[in-house]
């Protein structure tokens, strides 16, 4: 190394922090080499500092070094800056190099710790392809991670292919067309111009140099440096010319001159003397820093001062500045940007067809190009089909400092059994906010279970023009979330049985044995049997040394049957598994019990997805699972079961978010489907905080809680804001005149039958007399402290006089404000004036609350909510319920939240106690705990856990047409 380079590098030389495996000098390695040895055209990655030693020598030109100083410390100056707010923020240089010329490499790293980035190297052989260098490039393009790329590469290699596959947002040397073109078109503000260009022009003038009508010659360069140096000259007011060391007159070209730019090493047949006396000369190819450029070359003497050949080390220090300018560009970018989203056009029909023929009249968008516009990055996406896509949690940590979107809940009043449209105002509303007003939003829904899609209700993905789709893929499977829930259910139903049959035949010492078995002459404990030993405070990890008392007390969990709360689930409704009798095999030897099936979407692991903030924090959920007490009374949970791990193996792909579209295209998140009635009821905290992030500070979440607002949206205020630490900004509450006209007298409302005149024909009376309920809902909505914005989901048989009085009384009764809504027939646009409602809405201040302090003992609790929410005088817990309240809070589970199950068909218990039921008891019939999920739930009067079907059910409905494999019949 030179002198002049080691005097330079000396104060920079200091150790660096790698970002990976320890620094190895960059060469590729040749012939055949032993065990761990890299073969050639293999890549490495290094991060870090390259070896060498920074010596001392000779004296540096002073005016040299304080431009490169003065371009680091701003550089420096700038990165600290932006950390100041985004403390985890480190830019990074990527450099991919073929060849092995590590002199460079040195300045680029010492140039970049001096300044705060860090770099990465990678290495490839000098005769790698093309192919080989892209395939390279396309990987950093898509890290994260990467903010600058620079290529350190042979001329040739430099092709369009080449330079087609660099991202211009990365192209910290300027050589991509789109940076080129727009320094050639004046935007140089907007773009990444060439460090060497730059460097060039920044020494002349440095060094005095008026450019101004001076006679350039640039010799030797190629592409990308020819046309930035070529640009930079004329717009100072240089005569340009250009050509190749071999060009004809070239002497001649070289007495013209005045200034001279070496863009490649001199050949040695062109004499030194063909330059004048006098003429600047600057070069930028590294070469001089090995000894390749002689040092008796002709200097650059310009009004006495000297010019030295330090154009690389310029250009390497400005290469540091584009880096951190490309980090500040990201940071902006993930603050907040608005989506360039391609939204699809609708072109409503009348009548409205079917939802199904909806669906298919729209082709989606692949999910892949949604995924780009929404800002994912093509590693944070798992593509199920052409239309849906798994996202990756890791999108949270690298979006952590992104501010949260607004954050909209949408509920309803106490509904028919037809539903009131919930899902499908959250569609209108986020297809409104972002296809019509230009506002980041999503969707967060969540996924319909298998029992009501064929039994009574039908799909959940929306309906008419305000939808999600393909909506057969939305209902049906998705991406087997569920299936993935009812597997990791059965096996923990099927591992309690297990357990009580092989301790109740066996001996301490064989069940043991069994457990701890010996494998290839030696035993060892499993990760979850030392954690089992844990709790039981013994302190030991040889299987060998346990004494008798402690391998009975690791061996027998004694689970009391009559306490198994744990039930087998199936997503189907089948009322006759409601009650059943299991072990009645002859294998069984006579230990049988009475059991139950549960629908798969009440089981406590679809609470736990919804629920969980990260993998680690679902596997400790699961874990913490009660599913009986042993004949002491203490819990017995999922981990002394021993299948923790193998429950999270079968969660782990159900707990990364499903990414959908609407009819027009905008982003919609379907994950996680609790039922409201006998669960909390609400889409995934893990959803709602992945589109938060997504949406910027600007934009909307808009999810979407069961059923009423005394039953779903109380959940989400109390369960589910409790576990993810979100606050609310607007309330959606979501009305119709067909159910106001139920609550205020009107005849019962039956699935399959069809409406009875009152609901067909205008009856102000009865609207008026069930606005009762969407007051009481109202009221609801504001002991939470959040404002209200009522959305009346109009359907073509309600007049205007109907909407116009139901919208008036709302805002008599404390809404923020009430608007009718018509994205059913019309999609976004119809839903429009709820936008904005929304939005104003969202600038109010929020005064959330809880409704309970979680301390309180749990009768308080559910007293609180019976009263309050419901309007009940009291309740009554029958004795059962009350043995079960005594146990959880004996075993210390009374300081969870409380997730009511009661029917969703009235505010009290009764389904057909309409309007708002004033001085009745609640029964609450048992009390059950989902400790995993976090919260304890009482069973409100006869609650079933398992729905059934009706008479005629959806399903008779639904085929498929073998020639062309599309479902009919959903709806």
């Known amino acids: 190394m030179s002198a002049r380079l080691s005097l330079f590098l000396g104060p920079l030389c200091r150790p660096l922090q790698p970002l990976g495996r320890p620094p190895v000098p960059c060469r590729a390695r040749s012939g055949v080499g032993g065990a761990g040895e890299e073969s050639l055209g293999r890549r490495r990655l290094q991060d870090g500092k390259a070896q060498g030693s920074c010596g001392r020598g000779s004296q540096v030109p002073p005016a040299r070094d304080s431009v490169i100083r003065e371009v680091i410390q701003n550089s420096k100056e700038v990165l600290s800056l932006l950390q100041e707010k985004n403390p985890a923020f480190k830019p990074v240089l990527a450099i991919i190099q073929a060849g092995d010329d590590n002199l460079m490499q040195e300045v680029n790293q010492n140039l970049a710790e001096e300044a705060g980035l860090n770099i990465t190297h990678i290495c490839l052989p000098s005769d790698s392809s093309e192919d080989e260098i892209i395939d390279e490039i396309l990987k950093i393009n898509e890290d994260p991670r990467v903010h600058g790329l620079a290529l350190q590469i042979s001329e040739k290699s430099f092709s369009n292919k080449v330079l087609n596959a660099l991202k211009p947002e990365k192209d910290v040397d300027g050589v991509t067309g789109v940076n080129l073109g727009k320094l050639v078109c004046g935007d140089a503000h907007e773009c990444f111009v060439s460090p060497v260009a730059r460097a060039v022009i920044e020494l002349l003038e440095k060094s005095g140099v008026n450019l101004n009508g001076k006679k350039v010659l640039v010799i030797g360069a190629y592409r990308s440096l020819e046309a930035s140096l070529q640009c930079l000259f004329q717009r100072k007011g240089s005569m340009t010319m250009s050509c190749q060391w071999k060009t004809p007159q070239l002497q001649g070209k070289l007495h013209e001159a005045d200034i001279v730019v070496l863009g490649s090493p001199r050949p040695e047949e062109i004499p030194l003397t063909w330059i004048q006396p006098g003429t600047t000369v600057l070069n930028c190819s590294h070469d001089f820093l090995s000894g390749k450029f002689e040092r008796g070359s002709p200097g650059a003497h310009v009004g006495g001062l000297s010019v030295e050949n330090d154009v690389s080390l310029l250009a390497a220090a400005l290469r540091i500045q584009n880096v951190v300018s490309s980090g500040r560009r990201w940071l902006r970018e993930q603050q907040h940007t608005r989506w360039r989203l391609h939204c699809l056009k609708l072109q409503p029909l009348s009548p409205v067809p079917s939802d199904l023929e909806i669906s298919r009249g729209q082709t989606p968008k692949a999910v892949d190009v949604l995924a780009k516009e929404i800002g994912l990055l093509a590693d944070e996406i798992e593509i199920y089909g052409k239309s849906k896509a798994k996202v990756r949690l890791s999108l949270l940590e690298?979006?952590?400092?992104?501010?949260?979107?607004?954050?909209?809940?949408?509920?309803?009043?106490?509904?028919?059994?037809?539903?009131?449209?919930?899902?499908?105002?959250?569609?209108?509303?986020?297809?409104?906010?972002?296809?019509?007003?230009?506002?980041?939003?999503?969707?967060?829904?969540?996924?319909?279970?298998?029992?009501?899609?064929?039994?009574?209700?039908?799909?959940?993905?929306?309906?008419?023009?305000?939808?999600?789709?393909?909506?057969?893929?939305?209902?049906?499977?998705?991406?087997?979330?569920?299936?993935?829930?009812?597997?990791?259910?059965?096996?923990?139903?099927?591992?309690?049985?297990?357990?009580?049959?092989?301790?109740?035949?066996?001996?301490?010492?064989?069940?043991?044995?069994?457990?701890?078995?010996?494998?290839?002459?030696?035993?060892?404990?499993?990760?979850?049997?030392?954690?089992?030993?844990?709790k039981l405070g013994i302190n030991k990890t040889d299987p060998s040394t346990l004494t008798e008392e402690e391998m009975s007390q690791f061996a027998r969990l004694n689970i009391d049957p009559s306490t198994i709360t744990w039930q087998r689930v199936l997503d189907t409704n089948d009322r006759f598994l409601r009650k059943i009798t299991i072990g009645q095999a002859r294998t069984e030897k006579g230990f049988s019990r009475q059991a139950q099936f549960d629908i798969a979407v009440a089981s406590e692991i679809m609470a736990v997805l919804a629920l969980t903030h990260s993998l680690e924090d679902m596997k400790e959920r699961l874990g913490r699972m009660v599913v009986a007490s042993d004949k002491d009374g203490k819990p017995v949970t999922a981990n002394d079961l021993g299948v923790t791990g193998a429950l999270t193996v079968l969660m782990k792909d159900a707990i990364k978010p499903n990414l959908m579209q609407t009819l027009e295209g905008t982003p919609v998140f379907v994950h996680a489907g609790p039922f409201a009635n006998i669960a909390h009821g609400n889409s995934s905290v893990l959803a709602d905080k992945i589109a938060l992030k997504l949406v910027g500070q600007e934009g909307f979440v808009v999810t979407e809680a069961g059923f009423g607002a005394d039953i779903g949206m109380e959940k989400f205020f109390n369960i589910?804001?409790?576990?993810?630490?979100?606050?609310?900004?607007?309330?959606?509450?979501?009305?119709?005149?067909?159910?106001?006209?139920?609550?205020?007298?009107?005849?019962?409302?039956?699935?399959?039958?069809?409406?009875?005149?009152?609901?067909?024909?205008?009856?102000?009376?009865?609207?008026?007399?069930?606005?009762?309920?969407?007051?009481?809902?109202?009221?609801?909505?504001?002991?939470?402290?959040?404002?209200?914005?009522?959305a009346v989901n109009v359907f073509k048989t309600d007049t205007r006089a109907e909407i116009n009085l139901v919208c008036e009384m709302a805002k008599q009764a404390g809404a923020f404000d009430a608007v009718p809504c018509y994205h059913w027939s019309v999609g976004g646009r119809g839903c429009v004036d709820l936008a904005q409602a929304v939005r104003e809405a969202a600038n109010e201040k929020s005064h959330f609350q809880f409704l309970y302090d979680v301390q309180l003992p749990i009768v308080e609790k559910i007293r609180t909510i019976a009263q309050s929410v419901y309007g009940a005088k009291d309740i009554e817990l029958s004795p059962e319920a009350q043995s079960k309240i005594d146990r959880?809070?004996?075993?210390?589970?009374?300081?969870?939240?409380?997730?009511?199950?009661?029917?969703?068909?009235?505010?009290?218990?009764?389904?057909?106690?309409?309007?708002?039921?004033?001085?009745?008891v609640l029964p609450i019939s048992d009390v059950r705990a989902s400790i995993g999920a976090g919260f304890i739930y009482p069973l409100v009067g006869m609650m079933s856990t398992m729905p059934g079907l009706p008479t005629r059910p959806c399903f008779y409905d639904i085929d498929l047409d073998t020639e062309t494999e599309q479902v009919k019949g959903l709806f």
């Open 398 to 534: 690298r979006l952590k400092d992104q501010a949260d979107g607004k954050y909209v809940l949408v509920a309803g009043i106490t509904p028919t059994p037809l539903g009131e449209g919930k899902s499908t105002v959250t569609v209108g509303l986020v297809q409104a906010l972002t296809a019509h007003l230009n506002v980041n939003s999503f969707a967060c829904l969540r996924q319909p279970s298998q029992g009501p899609t064929f039994g009574v209700k039908g799909g959940a993905a929306g309906g008419g023009y305000a939808q999600v789709i393909p909506m057969e893929e939305f209902n049906l499977h998705l991406t087997g979330d569920i299936h993935a829930i009812t597997a990791a259910n059965n096996l923990l139903a099927a591992a309690i049985d297990t357990r009580i049959l092989h301790e109740n035949t066996q001996t301490d010492k064989a069940l043991y044995n069994r457990l701890v078995p010996l494998v290839n002459g030696a035993r060892e404990f499993s990760e979850i049997q030392l954690a089992r030993l844990r």
């Open 888 to 920: 959880y809070t004996q075993q210390g589970f009374g300081n969870l939240p409380i997730c009511m199950a009661k029917t969703h068909l009235s505010l009290s218990h009764e389904p057909d106690k309409k309007g708002v039921p004033r001085g009745f």
């Open 720 to 790: 589910k804001c409790r576990a993810s630490g979100l606050v609310p900004n607007v309330v959606v509450l979501v009305a119709t005149v067909r159910a106001l006209k139920m609550h205020g007298g009107g005849p019962n409302v039956t699935a399959g039958v069809p409406l009875k005149k009152e609901y067909t024909e205008e009856n102000i009376q009865l609207v008026a007399n069930g606005c009762c309920n969407l007051q009481k809902q109202i009221e609801i909505a504001r002991l939470f402290g959040v404002p209200v914005v009522v």
